[in-house]
């Protein structure tokens, strides 16, 4: 009698922690996505600096040599119960890759670990977070922290549904 008691218990907490994962994972991917296309995408023609010497007529347009946008939007990390502390290297202008390296990371996601870290270590991201871009005025972090309760309740109803 014990043993079927301990056995039912047993199978209730397992199914918990499963589905608790699941609402978990899909939560997380929200957050990432929602990081990810918030980030900014550096743009030459909108900087500061550009726009002044368009609308003198003059000169080109300045950048430096190579310069591709999409660093900031490529370094997004995902990680568990460690902060990262190196860029990723990943210059990824639609955010594709970044988000299915960060999906494949949470789909690691285990009930149990104590911390998950969303991160972008590139040295300008505090400047970005706080306004610096015209593309995110408002940040991506605080805009996406103020919707992590709709994101949980959208996982819960997508685990319902």
């Avoid at 870290?117 to 940040?139: C, D, I, T």
């Amino acid at each position: 009698m014990t043993n079927n008691f301990t056995a039912a218990i047993n199978a209730f907490v397992s199914k918990s922690e499963e589905k608790m994962e699941v609402v978990t994972k899909v939560t997380f991917i929200k957050i990432l996505a929602r990081l990810v296309m918030m980030s900014p995408v550096g743009n030459p023609s909108i900087w500061q600096v550009n726009a002044k010497i368009a609308g003198k007529g003059k000169g080109k347009e300045r950048k430096p040599a190579g310069y591709t946008g999409g660093r900031f939007r490529g370094n997004w990390q995902v990680t568990f119960d460690e902060v990262p502390m190196k860029e990723t290297g990943r210059i990824d202008k639609s955010g594709e890759v970044t988000q299915a390296e960060g999906n494949h990371v949470i789909g690691q996601f285990k009930v149990g670990m104590k911390s998950v870290y969303f991160s972008n270590v590139v040295p300008y991201a505090y400047r970005l977070e706080m306004g610096h871009s015209k593309q995110a005025p408002k940040g991506m972090v605080r805009i996406t922290a103020q919707e992590f309760q709709q994101f949980f309740h959208q996982a819960i109803a997508e685990r319902k549904g």
